[in-house]
């Protein structure tokens, strides 16, 4: 099994379920859902201003460096979380 393929199956599973299944909840399934098969992803929480002024927060997986569900064109811009709940970035 794949974190990829994994994504896939998450995203297709948020898409078609009823009700909003946004970043955090489809992180935290991928990132179940992996570490179950073996896998060692990343799970990540970024937060940033957006031009605005808006507070912005994301949440997606990574594995391998690679993002499994998540992805946005403007993930540099987030300051990401560590473990501790200090920002990194």
Known sequence: MTARR???WVARAARVLPGRYL???QALTAYVECSR?????KLRVGVMRSADARFEAHAWLEHDGEIVVGYLPNLDEFRVFDRAG????
């Open 23 to 25: 970043c955090l909840p």
């Open 86 to 89: 200090e920002l990194v970035k």
């Open 6 to 8: 994994i994504g896939g």
């Open 37 to 41: 098969y073996g896998l060692d992803p």
